[in-house]
């Protein structure tokens, strides 16, 4: 019988693992400079949070299911939403502003290709209760930092304000159902397929001006000396002056958290309902039609499940994207060995002793590792050599009869005479 791992997951070997938690702790360490605590949330939750206000390519790529009680679940496609489950239920008396980090697994059934999986991870933030352009600026700051952290040099920031183009559908009159459709239209960053949505045979909305207005919207992206064209086209249409002045007061404030490298670009759309304001999303072009490593802005998605109006700004790395990206700059974590250190009993005779040796050096946290094979001196030395280590203890009886053991050098060959009580000092000293 044989077994193979499900359609769209993978297995991570050593060195890989390696890597990804490398920038696991690097990520940890950015987000909590800033201030945010790590939470936890489960595997699964109630089908219903996820349906309820969720796009719908999202619901329709759900691993759900029927548990013992007959209770409808679903594994989590994303993490957001259990975010706002968790406040409601934990924290809605917390102090604002709250800050918060997760990293986890999430899952989505969709057809497997490059840089996308069945199951794949996520490490994100919510800033919960603090919506400004202050606390915009220090996550999308706090994104920045990351990827340059990271060693990605090639990203670059993406800015909307989703105001904009949702004041152009009010003041035009069309309904939420039509503003949705072109929504997603305009999420998948395809202009001949918006405009074909826009003017085609089956138009979702029949308005020359609104689509002409929306066609040259999504053309504008650049740095912040296009704001003005920006406001040029949209000026006359009052609805969208609120959604203009928040960006304008974004882009002064990124500056004083010394973003730059950011462009803004109508384009941007997300494709969850629930955002609602400033949204952005972080390119590596080294990944192709894959490019996107990380999606975010704000949203009121605690009121939208039954809790307070309360307005929360985050994003959400794919991990697994970071990974690639961090391979395609030639920048991957250079491993160290796994151990500094390989005891090696040359005879039977000495290798209780071995262990007492080696669990000294780990108790004195070097790593180390030690023959449990009973292997052949030879064989002995070149198994350290493939371990990479930089000392190999030969724990003789010989050298015992003087209380002493050989220390050998492995990058330089070079051996040495240690007395038995002083083996932890020489290595600490030493490595």
């Known amino acids: 019988m044989e077994f193979n791992r499900p359609r ?72 957001t939403a259990a975010i706002s489950r968790l406040y409601i239920n934990e924290m809605s008396k917390t102090a604002k502003p709250i800050k918060l980090y997760y990293f986890g697994s999430c899952f989505r059934y969709e057809r497997p290709q490059k840089g996308r999986f069945r199951q794949f991870w996520q490490f994100g933030c919510e800033l919960i209760g603090s919506k400004s352009p202050e606390g915009e600026s220090e996550v999308i700051s706090m994104a920045n930092e990351s990827i340059i952290k990271l060693g990605i040099t090639t990203a ?25 459709q072109v929504m997603i239209v305009v999420d998948k960053g395809d202009k001949d397929l918006l405009e074909d ?38 000026s006359s249409y009052d609805e969208c002056m609120p959604a203009l002045d928040e960006l304008n007061n974004l882009i002064t404030t990124l500056k004083s958290f010394n973003v730059e490298n950011y462009k803004i670009n109508l384009g941007v759309a997300r494709g969850l309902d629930y955002y609602t304001g400033i949204v952005f999303e972080i390119y590596v072009p080294e990944l192709g039609s894959q490019k996107q490593v990380c999606g975010g802005g704000t949203y009121s998605l605690i009121k939208l499940f039954g809790g307070e109006d309360v307005v929360s700004t985050g994003f959400a790395f794919g991990f697994d994207r970071l990974m ?23 005879s039977n005779d000495t290798r209780q002793l071995s262990f007492t040796i080696a669990q000294n050096l780990r108790s004195a946290n070097i790593p180390t590792e030690i023959d449990l094979s009973r292997k052949k001196f030879k064989k002995l030395l070149s198994h350290a050599n493939n371990l990479g280590v930089k000392y190999t203890v030969l724990v003789g009886a010989k050298d015992l009869e003087n209380n002493q053991v050989t220390i050998k050098n492995m990058g330089s060959g070079n051996q040495e005479l240690i007395d038995l009580d002083n083996i932890v000092n020489f290595i600490k000293d030493n490595l």
């Open 8 to 79: 769209g997951t993978r297995d991570f070997l050593f060195d890989e693992m390696r890597q990804r938690t490398v920038s696991e702790n690097i990520l940890r360490q950015v987000f909590e400079n800033y201030g945010y605590g790590e939470v936890k949330t489960p595997l699964f939750e109630e089908l219903k949070l996820f349906t309820t206000k969720s796009g719908e390519e999202i619901i329709d790529q759900l691993y759900n299911f029927k548990d013992k009680s007959d209770r409808e679940l679903a594994l989590r496609p994303e993490i």
């Open 156 to 180: 670059e920031i993406h800015i909307n304000h989703l105001g904009i183009i949702r004041g152009l559908f009010e003041h035009f009159g069309i309904d939420k159902d039509k503003s949705r």
């Open 324 to 346: 690639d990206a961090i391979e395609a700059s030639g920048n991957l974590p250079e491993l160290k060995p796994k151990v500094d250190v390989y005891v090696a009993p040359i």
């Open 197 to 234: 949505a826009l003017k085609g045979d089956d138009a979702i909305i029949d308005n020359g001006e609104l689509a002409d207005i929306l066609l040259d919207l999504i053309d504008m992206v650049g740095d912040s000396s296009i704001y003005s064209d920006v406001e040029k086209l949209v």
